[in-house]
């Protein structure tokens, strides 16, 4: 049974940048995806990056050349790096395993 937790939101002003961490537990598959969603208030929970073994990083259009999905086998982790981040990147980001299993999300707050 996977486990996914989530670390590294907070509170950050306009054009600065975070690190979200994802750790899991139990066994997780090198060709599952791993992704990272996010859902603003009052919107949709949308797909910001996915990343799985041997097929090409996917980002959306709207963080493409800020965010870097990286993923480490080995340990079962899964980390977003967060550029120049927008007021419209505020939302709860969630770590997800093979559309599957979800963590419990962490904020992200982006001021002005």
């Known amino acids: 049974q996977v486990e996914l937790v989530e670390s590294g939101g907070g509170l950050v002003q306009a054009g600065g940048s975070l690190m979200l961490s994802c750790a899991s537990t139990g066994f997780v598959d090198y060709y599952s995806a791993m992704a990272w969603y996010r859902q603003a208030p009052g919107k949709q929970r949308e797909l910001v990056a996915s990343v799985r073994l041997r097929s090409p990083k996917y980002y959306a259009e709207a963080v493409k050349g800020r965010f870097t999905i990286s993923r480490d086998y080995a340990k079962g982790t899964v980390s977003l790096e967060m550029n120049s981040l927008e007021n419209e990147s505020t939302a709860v980001y969630y770590c997800?395993?093979?559309?599957?299993?979800w963590g419990q999300g962490t904020q992200v707050t982006v001021s002005s």
């Open positions: 997800n395993y093979n559309n599957v299993k």
